[in-house]
């Protein structure tokens, strides 16, 4: 094998930061890229490499070693490739920047149970908790980083580890109506984040895509599951998503047919 191979979905969060990591590193040519179709059974060849695991991205280095975990990946490719590093070289920096990383998880977790919640009288215990941990982060970045705008003077390993969450976010945006308030309290988290996702390392994805792709799991179903009265799931690859129309963004309506998705 001449190359690390990292199987993975084009749309996937955790993948796109290896992808906006190499992007950084000047290395994106230095992979293999590998899709998987979720909406399929696994590749048992896969499944064997993995050991029966499902979660994605996955690297398979040169020499068949497989590495799982999106920070763990990343981890990889940063000792592997110090230079040009991403992550903080010194001690404390790196600390801080660790410490931002490790908000990263529950952040992540209210994103996506919003989105994928189903009672409409838990919309706003939703927006309440995003809301709450937005300010977590504007509180962090005011402190260590105030004048942004990111946490250090490029963007590096932090902001690698959250835009791809910034953007993936583009499906509250969508179809909960949720944006980060433009008021003086979240005025740093805000600079952050929109710092982050225009970054020229971080554009494998498009608002357009996300709101596609990501129609399904507003509707409860995540992992290319298929909603009753659907035979296609709209993470399905062909037809492909600029070819399909806008979703309807009412949720509650009740999914649209395959058909209205463009999806045959």
């Given at each position: 094998m001449s190359k690390p191979i990292i199987y993975h979905i084009p749309v996937c969060p955790f993948s796109q930061r290896v992808e906006i990591l190499l992007a950084l590193k000047g290395m994106t040519g230095a992979v293999e890229f590998r899709i998987v179709d979720i909406t399929k059974p696994r590749d048992p060849e896969l499944l064997a490499k993995t050991r029966g695991t499902t979660a994605l991205p996955v690297l398979e280095t040169e020499d068949g070693k497989i590495v799982k975990e999106s920070l763990v990946i990343l981890k990889y490719f940063e000792d592997r490739f110090p230079s040009p590093p991403v992550a903080r070289t010194d001690p404390y920096e790196r600390a801080v920047e660790n410490m931002l990383i490790a908000q990263e998880g529950p952040f992540t977790?209210?994103?996506?149970?919003?989105?994928?919640?189903?009672?409409?009288?838990?919309?706003?215990?939703?927006?309440?908790?995003?809301?709450?941990?937005?300010?977590?982060?504007?509180?962090?970045?005011?402190?260590?980083?105030?004048?942004?705008?990111?946490?250090?003077?490029?963007?590096?390993?932090?902001?690698?580890?959250?835009?791809?969450?910034?953007?993936?976010?583009?499906?509250?945006?969508?179809?909960?109506?949720?944006?980060?308030?433009?008021?003086?309290?979240?005025?740093?988290?805000?600079?952050?984040?929109?710092?982050?996702?225009?970054?020229?390392?971080?554009?494998?994805?498009?608002?357009?895509?996300?709101?596609?792709?990501?129609?399904?799991?507003?509707?409860?179903?995540?992992?290319?599951?298929?909603?009753?009265?659907?035979?296609?799931?709209s993470f399905v690859f062909q037809p492909d998503w600029p070819e399909r129309p806008m979703p309807p963004r009412d949720k509650w309506a009740g999914t649209a047919t395959d058909a209205a998705l463009g999806l045959t």
């Open positions: 977790m209210a994103g996506y149970l919003y989105v994928m919640n189903q009672a409409k009288v838990k919309q706003a215990e939703h927006r309440d908790k995003m809301l709450g941990l937005y300010a977590q982060l504007n509180d962090f970045l005011s402190h260590h980083a105030p004048n942004g705008p990111f946490l250090f003077d490029t963007f590096g390993m932090a902001e690698a580890v959250f835009t791809p969450m910034f953007m993936r976010f583009w499906f509250l945006d969508y179809y909960e109506d949720f944006q980060i308030p433009d008021t003086p309290e979240y005025a740093r988290v805000k600079q952050w984040h929109d710092a982050c996702i225009v970054h020229p390392a971080a554009q494998q994805v498009s608002y357009d895509k996300i709101v596609k792709l990501y129609y399904d799991y507003a509707l409860g179903a995540g992992n290319g599951a298929l909603l009753p009265g659907r035979k296609l799931s």
